[in-house]
């Protein structure tokens, strides 16, 4: 049975069952993305499973990952690392669009998604989403295997450093406030908060 057939299946059931949830493998979320089911102006992206609609950037969320996407260029030239800038990320059940990721030229070359083996940071710049961004995502990173995750506050000015995932946990959380430096281990780089925060 083709994806088309299954979601007319699953759309079409009687009205007298009790409803129930439609899970998508991403491998028939990207079926129907090649498809063109959905509007070029729709925003969406696969959550372990479920289709969510994304925010709109405002101005600051905006201007925050401009800041940010050029001090990880300047970071990563030379280096065997690229930076995507709101662009998805495969994992298991999920294909998130993080607002920026550094990861290994691989992918690219290979014409795939990154996969958290090539990642060594997600960024999710958060004002309306804080909420889905640390219930939502943060556990399911931290079940990929991402090793560092970057939350970054725009109604607090400042940055969530989420490390030493295991067993589907983040071991370590620590907050940087302007003033102070994070530092991205692999590429043994600092960022000071004020130049992208503030």
Not at 39 to 59: A, C, F, R, T
Not at 116 to 122: Q, S
Not at 170 to 185: A, R, T
Request: proline fraction near 7%.
């Amino acid at each position: 049975m083709s994806v088309a057939e299954q979601i007319r299946s699953f759309v079409e059931q009687p009205v007298d069952q009790p409803p129930r949830p439609r899970k998508f493998t991403v491998e028939e979320y990207m079926t129907l993305i090649d498809s063109g089911f959905f509007h070029p102006d729709e925003k969406v992206e696969l959550i372990e499973g479920e289709l969510i609609n994304k925010m709109g950037i405002g101005e600051k969320h905006a201007t925050c990952v401009t800041k940010l996407s050029q001090l990880f260029f300047r970071f990563t030239l030379d280096t065997d690392y690229v930076i995507s800038v709101q662009n998805p990320i495969r994992l298991a059940r999920s294909r998130p669009e993080p607002d920026l990721v550094i990861h290994t030229s691989a992918s690219l070359e290979q014409g795939v998604d990154p996969v958290p083996e090539g990642i060594i940071l997600v960024v999710e710049v958060s004002q309306s989403t804080l909420k889905q961004d640390r219930e939502v995502k943060l556990p399911i990173y931290a079940r990929a295997g991402i090793s560092v995750y970057w939350i970054v506050n725009l109604e607090a000015d400042n940055v969530e450093v989420y490390t030493k995932p295991a067993e589907g946990l983040y071991q370590e959380k620590k907050v940087y406030n302007s003033g102070e430096n994070v530092l991205i281990p692999t590429l043994e780089k600092t960022v000071a908060v004020s130049d992208f925060l503030g």
